[in-house]
């Protein structure tokens, strides 16, 4: 099953604060954020083990609550760079966890 | 350092041909998977593969073949192109294992696929 994401889009204006949650009804093992870029290949973000930890990258940051099955991706001040839709891929416990399965995605936009 | 490779980027077919989409990565991993990308609908997997001799079903493997004679290699086959095959096609790489959780999945650049 695929993970849900929510928004499905956002638009931001620079140095706006944004959240992106991914949602599972499946206990999770990992939860995997990607940027993608029109036109081009997923860019890997972060992986968050299950654990409750939370991960930094520059201005973003992830969280992963292993008891709601469920991770939020927060980009804070966000810049005209962080356009792109943003992708969580999920690998649930026992076998297979590597398996990832990705939600639909949610599309941001910064404008100036 | 190459990474994933795949060929070719752009390929345009009639419906009922048939083509292999091929994927290489050098980083010596050995869980490979293929997925397909269309408008609003995600990644979704094909095909997967955790070693040489060994692959499974993803989420939507009608149509598609796959199959893993090496370690460097999965290429993805359409037996006979159909139009509702027409997607963006995107392989990957991964290190297996607990103790590689939390390493990424390496995805290749992509072959855009279109069935006429």
């Known amino acids: 099953q695929q993970p849900v994401q929510s928004p499905q889009a956002v638009i931001l204006r620079e140095g706006e604060d944004a959240v992106i949650n991914c949602s599972s009804s499946k206990a999770l093992y990992s939860v995997h954020w990607y940027r993608q870029k029109h036109g081009e290949a997923p860019v890997f973000l972060m992986i968050?083990?299950?654990?409750?930890e939370q991960k930094g990258h520059e201005k973003i940051s992830a969280s992963f609550n292993e008891k709601k099955q469920q991770s939020s991706l927060y980009l804070t001040a966000s810049q005209l760079s962080y356009s792109g839709t943003y992708f969580c891929g999920t690998a649930y416990s026992g076998a297979g966890s590597y398996q990832l399965t990705f939600g639909k995605g949610t599309k941001l936009s910064v404008i100036p | 350092n190459a990474g994933v490779t795949q060929t070719p980027k752009f390929q345009v077919l009639k419906t009922g041909q048939s083509m292999t989409l091929q994927c290489a990565q050098d980083?010596?991993?050995?869980?490979m998977s293929w997925y397909r990308q269309d408008p609003g609908m995600g990644l979704r997997l094909i095909h997967y593969?955790?070693?040489?001799?060994?692959?499974d079903q993803g989420e939507v493997p009608n149509g598609y073949n796959v199959s893993r004679s090496t370690t460097e290699d999965f290429p993805l086959r359409l037996l006979s192109a159909a139009p509702s095959q027409t997607s963006v096609y995107f392989c990957a790489s991964k290190r297996q294992g607990a103790r590689y959780s939390n390493q990424p999945q390496h995805f290749g650049d992509g072959t855009r696929l279109s069935i006429l």
């Open positions: 593969s955790v070693g040489a001799g060994i692959t």
């Open positions: 980083m010596n991993h050995e869980y």
């Open positions: 968050l083990l299950k654990g409750g």
